[in-house]
Each structure stands twice: as structure tokens, then as C-alpha cells.
Nanobody, 127 residues
Framework: QVQLVESGGGLVQAGGSLRLSCAAS????????MGWFRRAPGKEREFVAA????????YYAGSVKGRFTISRDNAKNTVYLQMNSLKPEDTAVYHC????????????????????WGQGTQVTVSS
């Protein structure tokens, strides 16, 4: 079983930055595809970004491309989400996800594909 613990959320003004972290345990981290999803108030959970085992491939939702960057440090068993130029519409609970299989492109955006989830961390962007 994979355990995922997110951190780094908080309150930030529009235009600001935050970096989220997700620490994984319970399985060899370098064998996991990792992803970030978010759920805004009154909305369904949506895909944000994903990164392959080695970090060589990354995928982003159109709404965050160019502003957010997903990365991983396999030595620290941690995946990151650097969020720049934040907007009020980025306000949501951000969840880390993991899966031992490989995904690419649209396949990574399917919520039901991911096996493991963290509890989430709140990000609030004020206008």
C-alpha cells in the first residue's frame, strides 16, 4: 500500500507562488507514476499534472500549462508542484496521486486510473 502525504498549501495573493510537496512511502518511489489533481468548491476533481517514473515525461492540464511545474526527487521519495502566477480560480484542495503503471497524455487525466491518493492540502488564492 502506498501512503501519500501532501504539504505546502496555504493562502496566497493572486500573482503569487506556492510549492506543494507530496511524500510517498510503502513502495519503491521510482516505480510510481505521480500526479496532482485538485477539487475546487462545488466542482469535481480535475487533473492538474503528471510525471513519469524517471521524470523525463510530464503532462499538464491546459489551464495550468506554463504556470505550474511538476517535478520529482526519487532520492527523497517526493513529488513537487511549483505553482506560479496563481489565480483565484486555482483555489482548491490539491491531491497527490500515484500509480505503478505508465500513463501518457490524456490517459493520465482519468481519475479512475490512479490507484493511490493523498488526503489533500488546501490552496487559497485571494484576489
Amino acid at each position: 500500500q502506498v501512503q501519500l502525504v501532501e504539504s505546502g498549501g496555504g493562502l496566497v495573493q493572486a500573482g503569487g507562488s506556492l510549492r506543494l510537496s507530496c511524500a510517498a512511502s510503502g513502495r519503491t518511489f521510482s516505480s510510481l507514476t505521480m500526479g496532482w489533481f485538485r477539487r475546487a468548491p462545488g466542482k469535481e476533481r480535475e487533473f492538474v499534472a503528471a510525471i513519469s517514473w524517471s521524470g523525463s515525461s510530464t503532462y499538464y492540464a491546459g489551464s495550468v500549462k506554463g504556470r505550474f511545474t511538476i517535478s520529482r526527487d526519487n532520492a527523497k521519495n517526493t513529488v513537487y508542484l511549483q505553482m506560479n502566477s496563481l489565480k483565484p480560480e486555482d483555489t482548491a484542495v490539491y491531491h497527490c496521486a500515484a500509480d505503478p503503471d505508465y500513463c501518457s497524455g490524456y490517459g493520465c487525466s482519468k481519475i479512475n486510473w490512479w490507484d493511490h491518493w493523498g488526503q489533500g492540502t488546501q490552496v487559497t488564492v485571494s484576489s
